[in-house]
């Protein structure tokens, strides 16, 4: 029962890992286009850089029951 609880909870995991890189990913394009506004981009900037917070966590997370799972 263990084993299915760590299985879905990588998979929840990779999911929000993945959402996170997609928003990190806009956000860095959003930061780097010349025609936004300098408070917005920066606004942009902070918001990928705790998307990449968010994105490590997540992918930790997944790994750590990715291993308990199949253990």
Do not use: P
């Not at 993945?18 to 010349?34: H, L, Q």
């Not at 936004?36 to 997540?58: F, N, P, Q």
Request: hydrophobic content about 30%; proline content about 0%; charged content about 30%.
């Amino acid at each position: 029962m263990e084993t299915i609880k760590n299985a879905g909870n990588y998979v929840s995991d990779k999911i929000q890992g993945t959402g996170a890189t997609a928003s990190k990913e806009a956000n860095k394009n959003v930061a780097k286009d010349s025609h936004v506004a300098a408070g917005d981009r920066l606004h942009a900037a902070g918001s990928a850089v705790s998307d990449k917070i968010d994105e490590t966590k997540h992918d930790a997370s997944a790994e750590a029951n990715k291993q308990k799972a199949t253990h």
